[in-house]
Nanobody, 125 residues
Framework: QVQLVESGGGLVQAGGSLRLSCAAS????????MGWFRQAPGKERECVAV????????YYKDSVKGRFTISRDNAKNMGYLQMFSLKPEDTAVYYC??????????????????WGQGTQVTVSS
C-alpha cells in the first residue's frame, strides 16, 4: 500500500496562490493515479483534479479550470496542486488520494484506495 501526507495548506487572501504537496511512501508511486479532493464543512467531498498514473492525462472540476494545475514528480514520489486566483469558495480541507493505475476518468472518492490526512485551505475575502 501507499501512504500519503499532504502539506502546503494555509490562510490566504482572495486572489492569492498556494501550492499543495502530497508526499507518497510505500509502494511505487508511479503506478498510482492521483487525485486531489476537497471537503468544506457540511458538504460532500468533491474531486478537484486528477492525474493519471502515467502523468499524460488530467481532469479538472469546472470551477477550478484555468486556476489549478495538478502535477506529479514520480522520481521524488510527490504530487502537487498549484492553486492560483483563489476564491473564498475554495475554502476546504484538501486531500490527496491514490488509486492503482488510475486514469483521469476516476473522479469519485469511492474509486480511491488510499488517502492522506488532509490540509486546511482557507481563503479570506
Amino acid at each position: 500500500q501507499v501512504q500519503l501526507v499532504e502539506s502546503g495548506g494555509g490562510l490566504v487572501q482572495a486572489g492569492g496562490s498556494l501550492r499543495l504537496s502530497c508526499a507518497a511512501s510505500g509502494r511505487t508511486f508511479s503506478s498510482y493515479g492521483m487525485g486531489w479532493f476537497r471537503q468544506a464543512p457540511g458538504k460532500e467531498r468533491e474531486c478537484v483534479a486528477v492525474i493519471s498514473w502515467s502523468g499524460d492525462s488530467t481532469y479538472y472540476k469546472d470551477s477550478v479550470k484555468g486556476r489549478f494545475t495538478i502535477s506529479r514528480d514520480n522520481a521524488k514520489n510527490m504530487g502537487y496542486l498549484q492553486m492560483f486566483s483563489l476564491k473564498p469558495e475554495d475554502t476546504a480541507v484538501y486531500y490527496c488520494a491514490a488509486r492503482p493505475y488510475g486514469s483521469n476518468r476516476y473522479s469519485l472518492p469511492s474509486a480511491y484506495d488510499y488517502w492522506g490526512q488532509g490540509t486546511q485551505v482557507t481563503v479570506s475575502s
